[in-house]
Each structure stands twice: as structure tokens, then as C-alpha cells.
């Protein structure tokens, strides 16, 4: 039935959020595809509900994107990124998107920390309490996060850490944001430990056969020894059936990802040999010596699928 103009139908209220079992928090768009996006794809799969926090809109990110203009596009980088991850997360079949609403900082010591809307600029009791309310009206049991410190000096992930923990601890509390909702404790809290399974060294002579600048490699080891690796993680997932998915998902941060990157080029062998495992230390509880587990839902009563 066609309705007359004054029987116009009225605007369709937007769904209600839906709770999620998982929840991600990290500092920028392509952020949960790399060091999360194998997880997410794994318990996906599994049929988790996941959720996704992205505290920047990447806005001082370089555009690799051969379709773009390096100049004339940057000023709206920021709603491209956002379109870029959006996409990221269908693929990763992430079941919540929030955005935490502060500017990309840029890296360690640029123009961009100093811009009033720069994460690293937020009031940290402010920004925590956008993450407060996003997780008590989500819900989640599992909270994921940073690496200890940020994982490196990038402002954004090193702030991104502090809130997310800060966060982590104010949404139990019944006395604190009392108009973000009702207390939510979250059973655990885990923080990324290793992007990859460790052993990168010994594949250093196939990614320079690809013809790959592995210098980073050596960068990368001198962060190794101030920050977790897989040596000391909680959990250790076994990813390699999700590598072909993340690759998908940071592929479509076409803004960040050169075509002839690292994760264009990579053949798929080589990619589940280095992207195998996803290593995750739990801060909350605390862990005792020695202590392992096999899942992050261990002991949460939770069954959850083989995928």
C-alpha cells in the first residue's frame, strides 16, 4: 500500500547495539587487522561476537593508495580511513564497530601531537570514560588491548594502553562515570605480546628473495627486548587457517598498504608460516609463574565453537 503525504511512515529508529563477547581496543584503522586481525577472524568463526574500538581516525597516516593524490587527499584522510575500516571489520565479520573519537597523533615528536584533538592531548580521565560507556554497553567478558607501554613510542599506542586499562578498571566501579550506564566487570583483560611467532630472523632470507627491506627486522628486535614476546605470553592461538582473511582485511586499508608491501607480496605459505600464532599476555587477572592457557575464554564457562 502506497502511503498519501500526511501517512508518511516514520523514520526508522537505528538497532540497538547488541552485546559482544570480545572486545578490541586499539589506536588506529588497520590496527585491528594486524597484531587482532587473525584472532578476530579465529573466534569469529567460532561464532564469538567480537567488538572493535579504533581510539584515532588515522588522519596522519601516509596515503600508499596509487588511486589517491598524496596531497590533494590528505585533508580528508581521516573519512577515508574510516570507509577503509569499516570494510576491514565486515571482512574480520567483527560484530560491533565503536570509534573513540580522537585525532591521530602522528609519530613521536611531529606536528601532529601538539593538535588539540590529538589522542595524546585527550584528558585521560575524559577518554577514559568514552571507553567506559562503549564497554558497559557492550558487555564483553574479553578485553584486549595494547602492548605493556604501547608496544613503541607512537603516542597514540602507548596512550592507547593507558585507557584502555584505566577503562578496564572504572567500568567495575559503580561510583565512577555514573552517567555511562550501570558497572560492567570484564572477567579478563589481555594485551597484545607478539605480532608474530617469533622466529621472523629465520625468514629473513625469503622475504629478501622477494625483494623486501627487512630492515625494520632489526628495529624490531631492539623493542623485542623491552617489551613481552612470545616467550612470555599467556596464550598462544594458532592463526594459520585466518591468514588469508587478515591479509584480506589489511589489504583493504588501501590507504596503508602499498600494493607491492609486505602483506601484497607475501605467498600464502609464507604468510601462515609467519603470521602462525597470535600471542596474548593477560594482565587481569594477574598471572601466576609459569601460568598458561589454551583459550582466552578458559575457565569463563563459555563454550565456543571449532570454526
Keep these: 500500500m502506497t502511503l498519501a503525504p500526511s501517512e508518511e ?7 540497538p547495539a547488541q552485546t559482544v563477547t570480545m572486545l578490541v581496543v586499539r589506536p588506529h584503522p588497520d590496527d585491528e587487522s ?16 567480537t567488538g572493535v574500538v579504533t581510539c584515532t581516525g588515522g588522519e596522519e597516516g601516509e596515503i600508499k593508495d596509487p588511486d589517491l593524490d598524496p596531497v590533494a587527499d590528505f585533508p580528508r584522510l581521516g573519512e577515508i580511513r574510516e570507509r577503509e575500516l569499516r570494510t576491514a571489520c565486515e571482512i574480520l565479520a567483527v560484530s ?14 611531529t606536528p601532529g601531537n601538539q593538535h588539540p584533538e590529538a589522542f595524546c592531548q585527550a584528558d585521560p ?8 560507556k562503549i564497554i558497559r554497553e557492550l558487555k564483553p567478558r574479553i578485553m584486549v588491548t595494547e602492548p605493556v607501554g604501547g608496544g613503541y613510542e607512537h603516542p597514540d599506542h602507548v596512550n592507547c594502553y593507558k585507557v584502555s586499562v584505566d577503562a578496564f578498571h572504572a567500568a567495575a566501579d559503580p561510583a565512577a562515570y555514573p552517567e555511562a550506564g550501570p558497572a560492567w566487570q570484564i572477567d579478563k583483560l589481555y594485551a597484545v605480546a607478539q605480532i608474530d611467532d ?45 591468514t588469508e582473511i587478515q591479509r584480506q582485511a589489511l589489504l583493504a586499508h ?3 598498504i602499498a600494493p607491492d608491501g609486505f602483506w601484497a607480496v607475501l605467498s600464502e605459505d609464507l604468510r601462515r608460516r609467519a603470521f602462525a600464532t597470535a ?20 575457565g569463563l564457562g563459555i563454550t565456543v565453537g571449532e570454526g
Excluded: C, N
Design 96 to 109: 560491533e564497530l565503536r570509534l573513540l573519537g580522537y585525532r591521530d597523533s602522528g609519530m613521536l615528536g
Design 279 to 298: 600471542y596474548l599476555v593477560r594482565l587481569h587477572p594477574p598471572v601466576e609463574a609459569g601460568e598458561r592457557e589454551q583459550d582466552l575464554f578458559d
Design 9 to 15: 511512515a516514520p523514520a526508522a529508529s537505528p538497532a
Design 34 to 49: 594486524s597484531a587482532t586481525g587473525g584472532m578476530l577472524a579465529l573466534y569469529s568463526a567460532r561464532g564469538v561476537r
Design 125 to 132: 580521565a575524559e577518554a577514559a570514560g568514552r571507553l567506559v
Design 198 to 242: 617469533g622466529r621472523w630472523e629465520e625468514l629473513i632470507p625469503e622475504f629478501e628473495a622477494l625483494g623486501l627491506d627487512v630492515s625494520w627486522l632489526k628495529r624490531r628486535q631492539d623493542r623485542a627486548e623491552r617489551h613481552p614476546g612470545p616467550e612470555s605470553a599467556t596464550i598462544a592461538l594458532d592463526v594459520r587457517p585466518y
Design 254 to 256: 588501501r590507504t596503508q
